[in-house]
């Protein structure tokens, strides 16, 4: 199984992972980019892409009240750090965003059994970097920045 860990400012979850200890646990994560239209005859773009909120489903936590307070209170955060790694461990996936602001949180339950409630939180940025690391090792890097659009 792989899984996901999220760091954002000085806020505790509750990963007891090594590498990732006080991190949170994150149980899916959605992020996307659709390409703005574009003239196709001319080739010329009339504006940047379009870039969806990244969104965390997460049991609720002790994180959950400070992310409820960044959100009311709009507070930006300079570095939210997404991590997923592989059944035994590796780092292969990370997202960095920079200038974060929570944009939501929305609890609700999960329906099973036990009553589980889950936070789906949705943070906007203005910058993100991806980083891939493939069995090997090698390192693929890329960033965009949206307030220059580059």
Not at 23 to 32: A, R, T
Not at 99 to 127: P, Q, Y
Request: aromatic share 8%; net charge negative; proline share 1%.
């Amino acid at each position: 199984t792989q899984s996901a860990y999220l760091k954002i400012g000085d806020i505790k979850g509750e990963s007891t992972e090594r590498a990732h200890k006080d991190w949170i646990n994150i149980e899916s994560f959605s992020q996307g980019i659709a390409q703005a239209s574009a003239d196709m005859a001319s080739g010329r773009q009339r504006r940047a892409a379009d870039f969806e909120d990244v969104t965390v489903s997460k049991k609720v936590d002790k994180a959950t009240p400070q992310l409820m307070e960044l959100c009311a209170k709009g507070q930006v955060v300079p570095e939210l750090e997404l991590d997923m790694v592989t059944a035994n461990g590796r780092l292969y996936y990370k997202i960095t965003l920079n200038n974060v602001r929570v944009k939501s949180v929305r609890t609700t339950s999960a329906g099973d059994a036990e009553g589980t409630l889950v936070d789906e939180v949705a943070f906007g940025f203005t910058k993100i970097t991806w980083e891939y690391w493939d069995d090997a090792g090698n390192k693929t890097e890329t960033s965009y920045d949206l307030q220059t659009g580059r």
